[in-house]
């Protein structure tokens, strides 16, 4: 069966770097784009950006352009998700979601990961 | 970026009613559109995608309506595990969006 599992809560200071993983399993890897979308606590869905795992090719939410990098290893089908120069607002849970081809919907998502960033 | 607006943002109800979440889009979306379930401390689950397609293992009081702008969600006999927030998005076209959500309480 499909299964997405994330990595564990962070807490990080401002300024600083986080990266979250989002190990797949249950499906062929390469045949799926893979999404990041976070929520920030009492607040809705945001779409992060997508990438490629067969290229590695990404695109990105534009309000986040230059901040955030998502890439893919193949050997052990992971994603990963880093997110850097960290603000109080970056404080989200963060999801991976797998696209299906179908409608591009997100069919799958892993269970969530806790950034929280406080000084 | 296409905006979806979901109304109501909540909305209370007994178990064994019949309840419609709408969602519009800011531009015509054809029927790229899904609808999520969000239970509290929990990730979404998609319940309908394509506007109208229920997701296997997804219980058949849930259904979908709509294409191009406007959308329905139908819970047709509510009940105690329903009890969540209820996420619009569209994947047409630009950045995937979703709406506010419509939180359902009984």
């Known amino acids: 069966q499909v299964q997405l599992v994330q990595s564990g809560a962070e807490v990080k200071k401002p300024g600083a770097s986080v990266t979250v993983s989002c190990q797949a399993s249950?499906?062929?890897?390469?045949?799926?784009?893979m999404h990041w979308v976070r929520q920030a606590p009492g607040q809705g869905l945001e779409w992060l950006g997508v990438?490629?795992?067969?290229?590695?090719?990404?695109t990105y939410a534009q309000g986040l352009q230059g901040r955030v990098t998502m890439t893919t290893d193949t050997s052990t089908s992971t994603v990963y998700m880093e997110l850097s120069s960290l603000r109080s607002e970056d404080t989200a849970v963060y999801y991976c979601?797998?696209?299906?081809?179908?409608?591009?919907?997100?069919?799958?998502w892993g269970q969530g990961t806790l950034v929280a960033v406080s000084s | 970026d296409i905006q979806m607006t979901q109304s109501p943002s909540s909305l209370s109800a007994s178990v064994g009613d019949r309840i419609t979440i709408t969602c519009r889009a800011s531009?015509?979306?054809?029927?790229?559109f899904s609808w999520y379930q969000q239970k509290r401390g929990r990730a979404p689950k998609l319940l309908i995608y394509?506007?109208?397609r229920l997701q296997n293992g997804v219980p058949s009081r849930f259904s979908g309506s709509g294409s191009g702008t406007d959308f329905t969600l139908t819970i047709s006999g509510l009940q105690p595990e329903d009890v969540a927030t209820y996420y619009c998005?569209?994947?047409?076209?630009?950045?995937?969006?979703f709406g506010q959500g419509t939180k359902v309480e009984i």
């Open positions: 531009q015509s979306i054809s029927t790229y």
């Open positions: 998005q569209q994947t047409y076209t630009g950045p995937q969006t």
């Open positions: 990438i490629n795992p067969s290229d590695g090719s990404t």
């Open positions: 249950g499906y062929r890897f390469i045949s799926y784009y």
């Open positions: 979601a797998r696209e299906w081809d179908l409608f591009s919907t997100n069919d799958f």
């Open positions: 394509g506007a109208t």
